[in-house]
T-cell receptor
Framework: GENVEQHPSTLSVQEGDSAVIKCTYS??????FPWYKQELGKGPQLIID?????GEKKDQRIAVTLNKTAKHFSLHITETQPEDSAVYFC????????????FGTGTRLTIIP | ETGVTQTPRHLVMGMTNKKSLKCEQH?????MYWYKQSAKKPLELMFV???????ENNSVPSRFSPECPNSSHLFLHLHTLQPEDSALYLC??????????????FGPGTRLTVL
């Protein structure tokens, strides 16, 4: 089955700086890679996703890159703000009707004002 | 709000109690999921229901019993739980098929404490 590894487990960044979280996956058939943000007391919320037919996707201050050859993908947050403090999870799935998402272990991001 | 609601938000129960968790999705999705979230572990998929039919049981102990009466509602019935079952239980829903990509939407979770 799929295995997703996520690093780092904790990350502290000065407000205004960039943050990068990296994930690797094992199943070369995986083709859908979402990122979730979980704030205290809430469930995970989808913030961005990427599909295997593109190498990069951007949405305002967040971007995700995918390297299918190396089987890794990364989340980039620029101009970080205090509200970016949360736990971030990456996941991978072999789409096209497959209901299963395999999640990484999460990264606790703290933005230092 | 994600369109997925869960009740109760917090639950404390003894090992001999029987309780149920409820999830409702207002998104018109055809698949629903139960996950267990424990500290410092990845989200653990417990059950998947697709069009009300259970398609995944991830080796979950029988003290957890899911029920999906229709595609909008999902229950998790709990009985004779153990302290190690204390965790955040998350419900999610998605539309399987169509575009072929599984965008899952999560509820806020039920924080369960087993004494």
């Amino acid at each position: 089955g799929e295995n997703v590894e996520q690093h780092p487990s904790t990350l502290s960044v000065q407000e205004g700086d960039s943050a990068v979280i990296k994930c690797t996956y094992s199943d070369s058939a995986s083709n859908y890679f979402p990122w979730y943000k979980q704030e205290l007391g809430k469930g995970p919320q989808l913030i961005i996703d990427i599909r295997s037919n593109v190498g990069e996707k951007k949405d305002q201050r967040i971007a995700v890159t995918l390297n299918k050859t190396a089987k890794h993908f990364s989340l980039h947050i620029t101009e970080t703000q205090p509200e970016d403090s949360a736990v971030y999870f990456c996941a991978a799935s072999n789409g096209f009707g497959n209901e299963k998402l395999t999640f990484g272990t999460g990264t606790r991001l703290t933005i230092i004002p | 709000e994600t369109g997925v609601t869960q009740t109760p938000r917090h639950l404390v129960m003894g090992m001999t109690n029987k309780k149920s968790l409820k999830c409702e999705q207002h998104l018109g999705h055809n698949a629903m999921y139960w996950y267990k979230q424990s500290a410092k572990k990845p989200l653990e998929l417990m059950f998947v229901y697709n069009f009300k039919e259970q398609t995944e049981n991830n080796s979950v102990p029988s003290r957890f019993s899911p029920e999906c009466p229709n595609s909008s509602h999902l229950f998790l019935h709990l009985h004779t739980l153990q302290p190690e079952d204390s965790a955040l239980y998350l419900c999610a829903s998605s539309q399987v098929g169509g575009s072929g990509y599984n965008e899952q939407f999560f509820g806020p979770g039920t924080r369960l404490t087993v004494l």
